[in-house]
């Protein structure tokens, strides 16, 4: 199974509510990722997490929250956004968070702010 | 910092053969991937230089050379499912890795 699930596929939300985003892996990899990526742009990581430890914040704003309740679970939790936050989520994995090259991406949440 | 460069759009007639350039600056170097996103779809690995020189992988193969800060990945024999964008990504400057994205190149292959 080299599979990254998220769900939901499509999010539309206002800015004063709130929701989260999920993503699954169940191939034993040890690191997972969140990414944000805007039309025709490339994809921008927003949070790293290292055996179930986040590693990395790419100075994200408050409003999107991450959170890993075991090795095969990532979830994203928004709250507040802000209309420019419309973008796709990208969940990715890996082995492990460090030497290993490949990440396996999920089919992102395209998220609309209203 | 670090950046990525790549030419944001190549078309190519199919079956030709279509090369897509990267030129990166980046104060820690750990290796050039590449990425194949279609239009609504997931980025999927191609492949990955650590070392200069060509890899092949079936119709793709990638180049690196480090003194040049340079890389290229090579489509063979097209085929219009090849027309997607591609990334070219570096691991970041602690070796960690985390990928830092080029601008990508959207691929449109003709008939």
């Known amino acids: 199974d080299t599979e990254v699930t998220q769900t939901p596929k499509h999010l539309v939300m206002g800015m004063t509510n709130k929701k989260s985003l999920k993503c699954e892996q169940h191939?034993?990899?040890?690191?997972m990722y969140w990414y944000k990526q805007k039309a025709k742009k490339p994809p921008e990581l927003m949070f790293v997490?290292?055996?179930?430890?986040?590693?990395i914040n790419e100075s994200v704003p408050s409003r999107f929250s991450p959170e890993c309740p075991n090795s095969s679970l990532l979830n994203l939790h928004l709250h507040a956004l802000q209309p420019e936050d419309s973008a796709l989520y990208l969940c990715?994995?890996?082995?492990?968070?460090?030497?290993?090259?490949?990440?396996?991406f999920g089919p992102g949440t395209r998220l609309t702010v209203t | 910092g670090q950046s990525l460069e790549q030419p944001s759009e190549v078309t190519a007639v199919e079956g030709a053969i279509v090369q897509i350039n990267c030129t990166y600056q980046?104060?820690?170097?750990?290796?050039l991937s590449w990425y194949q996103q279609h239009d609504g779809g997931a980025p999927t690995f191609l492949s990955y230089?650590?070392?200069?020189g060509l890899e092949e992988t079936g119709r793709f193969s990638s180049f690196l050379s480090r003194s040049d800060s340079y890389g290229y990945l090579l489509l063979q024999e097209l085929q219009m499912k090849d027309s997607a964008s591609y990334f070219c990504?570096?691991?970041?400057?602690?070796?960690?890795?985390?990928?830092?994205f080029g601008t990508g190149t959207r691929l449109t292959v003709i008939p």
């Open positions: 990715a994995s890996s082995l492990t968070g460090d030497g290993t090259y490949e990440q396996y």
């Open positions: 191939m034993g990899h040890r690191a």
């Open positions: 997490y290292s055996y179930e430890k986040l590693s």
């Open positions: 980046t104060s820690g170097f750990y290796g």
């Open positions: 230089n650590a070392l200069d």
């Open positions: 990504a570096v691991r970041d400057q602690t070796g960690a890795n985390n990928l830092f």
